[in-house]
């Protein structure tokens, strides 16, 4: 079959030109072999980048790529340290006792009592509401203020008393 050099069908019959880009099934495979060696999750999404197109018929194309330039930040010069225990990237700032926050020895204090309790509530699906908490008006903080030297000034007295 012979190949035509002008093309004379109208450009709806004509196939479109196909764009090099991640579908979006590809881009999460490979978000989600990128995940175990990201430090945290904005960068993982700054490795992803969109550009906008046109095609020949001049209806826009945009299509999502892969950047392995961006992380980690900096690049061959980056500060970041690989952790010894787990081979992530993480900021120099983040290292404990020779290792991430991950995986370092914390000495003096446990988990966080909210996250524990938000773990309880989604392992039943449920989720926690935000409080809509009314802003404080300038008459309540002042009474606070006052209060709060009151008590302060009785524990003086007391301390006082006592000696």
Known sequence: MLARSDDSRPPSARKPKRRVGLSAYQEQRLKDDLRPNCC????LEAQFKSAD?????GQPILYRYHDPHVFPPGGAKTAMVR??????F??????EHGACLDHAPHEGWGPSPSAVAI???QMF???MEGADLPPEDLPSLRKEIEQYQQQVSNLQNTIKSCK
């Open 40 to 43: 945290s999750e904005p960068w």
């Open 53 to 57: 197109d046109t095609d020949e018929t």
């Open 83 to 88: 952790c010894p225990l787990c081979g992530v």
């Open 90 to 95: 993480v900021p120099p700032n983040t290292l």
């Open 119 to 121: 773990r309880g509530l």
């Open 125 to 127: 699906n449920l989720r």
